[in-house]
């Protein structure tokens, strides 16, 4: 077996990369990924060919590929994959869904991971050292866990020590959308992983162990799970990276109950509370339901929130003829408005944005990973560094404890 393209080049994806898809007609068909290197995004280099396939041609090829590779291969689709990739996938979720899928993945030689590379990293870390996990386009990655590198994670680590004396009083909890190094940050300092679905028994966690939290890399899924839990906006208080001691004083390092990581996600940053009032002139009656990933003001405006999961079956269990406006990614609302026609189902953000990381598993790669399996190729394989994957993992291992 030979392992192609397996190191990746870390390219933290830009704000103007995240609007790169937006558009205003709704149209979001899958073209030829010669006209989709065009949108002004960086891709993965792939052979010529698979840049002028139809779509007719790469869905035969992966219906061919699926079939002859079998049950050797599990195909895990993310939420937020455009509908000509999510129809292939064994099975779907969210992040945290998505995770607990790959640790109970015990027979498949192959994971196909689409999604983007934090989640690809979580699986390989969850599973057998004989599984190869594979991300069909290694420039999937995620803006926000782009936000927190481990250099600067340890210097935050390091300056609160140096206020406090030490960092024993401090939980670290990362947010399941954060690389493997951090990960592991938390599971060597005594910290956990989280996801947008129980981050609040992840604070109950943190606060049994110590005083104070430092959550990253999104402030907005931090800040909202602590004012529900009570927590005032006094005692929170954002680390900038950038600037020297997170730009916080030494009284308000002192004070802190909750650092919140400079980190925000570029999709859901974009719903606002005009959003939510012009739905609800639309229509007094609707509904309106948001991720946790929006911003306080947007989250406080809403009518529900909670986790992409939360959010699905909300919507699936709601009586026939309801409104829902909801505020998270547009693949996830378009597939729900389909699956309920006898809904009212729409997104706030009347712009179309896809997650644009997401967005970049078109097809065409998924195929050249199939059709590199089948030629005795691990292309794209996932593969966590040792030290990091045993530290991640005692951290993600405290996460499904608690999620029970």
């Given at each position: 077996m030979t392992t192609a393209f397996t190191k990746q080049t870390t390219i933290p994806i830009t704000e103007l990369e995240q609007s790169a898809f937006c558009q205003?007609?709704?149209?979001?068909?899958?073209k030829t990924l010669e006209e989709e290197f065009k949108a002004g995004v960086r891709w993965q280099k792939v052979p010529t060919r698979y840049l002028k396939l139809t779509p007719e041609e790469i869905r035969?090829?992966?219906r061919f590929a699926r079939k002859e590779i079998g049950e050797k291969a599990v195909l895990l689709g993310h939420h937020?994959?455009?509908d000509d990739v999510i129809q292939y996938a064994d099975f779907t979720g969210d992040s945290y869904k998505l995770s607990k899928m790959a640790a109970q993945t015990t027979d498949?030689?192959?994971?196909i991971f689409c999604g983007v590379h934090f989640m690809a990293e979580t699986a390989d870390i969850l599973t057998s050292s004989d599984q190869n996990v594979l991300l069909p386009n290694m420039a999937a990655g995620c803006s926000m866990a782009d936000m927190a590198n481990s250099s600067d994670v340890t210097d935050c680590w390091d300056d609160i020590g140096s206020i406090l004396g030490d960092t024993k009083t401090v939980v670290p909890i990362t947010y399941m959308n954060s690389a493997a190094a951090i990960k592991a940050h938390?599971?060597?300092?005594?910290g956990l992983v989280c996801t947008s679905s129980n981050a609040d028994k992840a604070f109950d966690w943190a606060f049994e162990r110590g005083e104070k939290i430092l959550f990253l890399p999104d402030q907005h899924l931090g800040r909202n799970t602590a004012l529900a839990k009570g927590i005032g906006p006094d005692e929170m208080f954002v680390w900038n990276p950038f600037l020297p001691?997170?730009?916080?004083?030494k009284q308000e390092i002192e004070h802190a109950k909750i650092f919140l990581w400079q980190g925000h996600c570029s999709v859901h940053t974009r719903f606002t509370v005009d959003q939510i009032q012009a739905a609800r002139e639309r229509n007094s009656e609707t509904t309106i339901i948001v991720h946790p990933e929006c911003t306080q003001e947007v989250v406080g405006s809403a009518d529900l929130y909670g986790s992409t999961e939360f959010i699905l079956e909300t919507i699936s269990q709601a009586p026939s003829g309801t409104s829902w406006?909801?505020?998270t990614e547009i693949n996830m609302v378009r597939r729900l408005a389909?699956?309920?026609p006898d809904k009212d189902i729409f997104c706030l953000d009347p712009v179309v944005c896809p997650c644009a990381t997401m967005y970049r598993i078109h097809p065409a790669y998924l195929l050249w990973v199939l059709e590199g399996i089948m030629a005795g190729l691990a292309i794209n394989r996932i593969e966590v560094e040792p030290e990091t994957q045993r530290n991640a993992r005692i951290a993600l291992e405290r996460m499904l404890e608690i999620a029970g």
């Amino acid at each position: 077996m030979t392992t192609a393209f397996t190191k990746q080049t870390t390219i933290p994806i830009t704000e103007l990369e995240q609007s790169a898809f937006c558009q205003t007609d709704g149209n979001l068909r899958t073209k030829t990924l010669e006209e989709e290197f065009k949108a002004g995004v960086r891709w993965q280099k792939v052979p010529t060919r698979y840049l002028k396939l139809t779509p007719e041609e790469i869905r035969e090829g992966i219906r061919f590929a699926r079939k002859e590779i079998g049950e050797k291969a599990v195909l895990l689709g993310h939420h937020y994959q455009r509908d000509d990739v999510i129809q292939y996938a064994d099975f779907t979720g969210d992040s945290y869904k998505l995770s607990k899928m790959a640790a109970q993945t015990t027979d498949a030689k192959w994971i196909i991971f689409c999604g983007v590379h934090f989640m690809a990293e979580t699986a390989d870390i969850l599973t057998s050292s004989d599984q190869n996990v594979l991300l069909p386009n290694m420039a999937a990655g995620c803006s926000m866990a782009d936000m927190a590198n481990s250099s600067d994670v340890t210097d935050c680590w390091d300056d609160i020590g140096s206020i406090l004396g030490d960092t024993k009083t401090v939980v670290p909890i990362t947010y399941m959308n954060s690389a493997a190094a951090i990960k592991a940050h938390c599971g060597k300092n005594g910290g956990l992983v989280c996801t947008s679905s129980n981050a609040d028994k992840a604070f109950d966690w943190a606060f049994e162990r110590g005083e104070k939290i430092l959550f990253l890399p999104d402030q907005h899924l931090g800040r909202n799970t602590a004012l529900a839990k009570g927590i005032g906006p006094d005692e929170m208080f954002v680390w900038n990276p950038f600037l020297p001691m997170g730009g916080l004083s030494k009284q308000e390092i002192e004070h802190a109950k909750i650092f919140l990581w400079q980190g925000h996600c570029s999709v859901h940053t974009r719903f606002t509370v005009d959003q939510i009032q012009a739905a609800r002139e639309r229509n007094s009656e609707t509904t309106i339901i948001v991720h946790p990933e929006c911003t306080q003001e947007v989250v406080g405006s809403a009518d529900l929130y909670g986790s992409t999961e939360f959010i699905l079956e909300t919507i699936s269990q709601a009586p026939s003829g309801t409104s829902w406006g909801i505020g998270t990614e547009i693949n996830m609302v378009r597939r729900l408005a389909s699956q309920n026609p006898d809904k009212d189902i729409f997104c706030l953000d009347p712009v179309v944005c896809p997650c644009a990381t997401m967005y970049r598993i078109h097809p065409a790669y998924l195929l050249w990973v199939l059709e590199g399996i089948m030629a005795g190729l691990a292309i794209n394989r996932i593969e966590v560094e040792p030290e990091t994957q045993r530290n991640a993992r005692i951290a993600l291992e405290r996460m499904l404890e608690i999620a029970g």
